[in-house]
């Protein structure tokens, strides 16, 4: 069975995260085969800031919900549309869940649109307190056996997934591992289905349009392009991408990194500066 936990992380939705990396552990581990479905990977850090100043890390989320373990402070969090920022000090761990793109509704059961932006406690989603799970948790050093845990507190939990889970993952996949896919349109065409359905589609059990989904997975691959080797010629990342124009990447990378990309590379070389 895989559950050895990446040697190098994904970092592309850490904004800065090579900054991030000399501030905190970060590693990310698989769940058990059968929670695949609905469960991306499960995500550890920790940190000892002691006597050092407090850490901003900004966060350009990936398109699934967060499901946080952090001592008397548990809880899920909907896809945020734009940047997210947590602030590390001190000394601490916490453990997350990071779902598929479908994976926490058949727990929430509602449309995913209503959680997007909102953060939900434990005990509202779970019906029970998060003490004991935090406790069992954190008394474990080894993130593998602390994703074990994990694995059995969600299975017990967890249906069998549903067609449309399995569509939502297989389309938003398709949108995060390939460039080809540039519109709504095409996404729609691909998997046989009308814009207005695959919209529908998105919202109730992902939280965002499809739009949107495109658009993150696009800037993700720009952030990560600028924080690798040289400097990328902007322009042909640009059309690499599918925008019509460098004038409307610059306005996508700017609104939802909050700087143009020329800016957040520079800051990437000059940590100073951020």
């Known amino acids: 069975m895989d559950t050895k936990p990446n040697r190098e992380p994904d970092i592309r939705g850490m904004l800065y ?5 000399q501030k905190f552990r970060i590693s990310r581990h698989l769940p058990a085969p059968d929670l695949r479905p609905f469960i991306k990977h499960y995500w550890m850090i920790a940190w000892d800031l002691r006597g050092q100043s407090p850490y901003v890390q900004e966060v350009l989320q990936h398109p699934g919900v967060n499901l946080v373990f952090e001592r008397d402070n ?3 969090y909907g896809i945020v ?14 453990a997350g869940v990071l779902f598929q793109p479908g994976g926490f509704y058949p727990l929430y059961r509602e449309p995913m649109s209503r959680l997007a932006g909102h953060t939900l406690p434990f005990r509202e989603v779970f019906g029970m307190d998060s003490g004991p799970l935090e406790q069992a948790l954190f008394a474990l050093e080894d993130g593998e056996a602390m994703s074990r845990v994990i694995d059995g507190f969600l299975r017990e939990r967890l249906p069998e997934a549903e067609d ?36 529908r589609l998105f919202l109730h059990y992902v939280g965002v349009s499809p739009k949107w989904v495109i ?3 696009r800037i993700h691959e720009a952030a990560g392009q600028a924080a690798a080797g040289a400097l990328p010629d902007w322009a042909a990342l640009a059309a690499d991408l599918g925008y019509h124009d460098q004038a409307h990447f610059i306005k996508d990378f700017k609104a939802f990194v909050g700087v143009s990309p020329e800016e957040y590379a520079r800051k990437l070389r000059s940590p100073e500066q951020r």
Do not use: P
């Not at 995260?17 to 990396?21: D, H, I, R, T």
């Not at 549309?81 to 601490?92: A, F, I, M, T, Y």
């Not at 569509?167 to 207005?196: C, K, S, W």
């Open 17 to 21: 995260g090579a900054a991030g990396e």
């Open 74 to 76: 548990t809880a899920v």
């Open 81 to 94: 549309s734009g940047r997210s920022q947590r602030v590390l000090e001190g000394q601490g761990r916490v």
């Open 164 to 199: 449309n889970v399995k569509l939502v993952n297989r389309i938003v996949e398709t949108v995060v591992d390939g460039r080809d896919i540039t519109r709504v349109q095409e996404l729609a065409d691909r998997f046989a289905l009308h814009t207005r359905s695959l919209q």
């Open 215 to 217: 658009q993150r997975s």
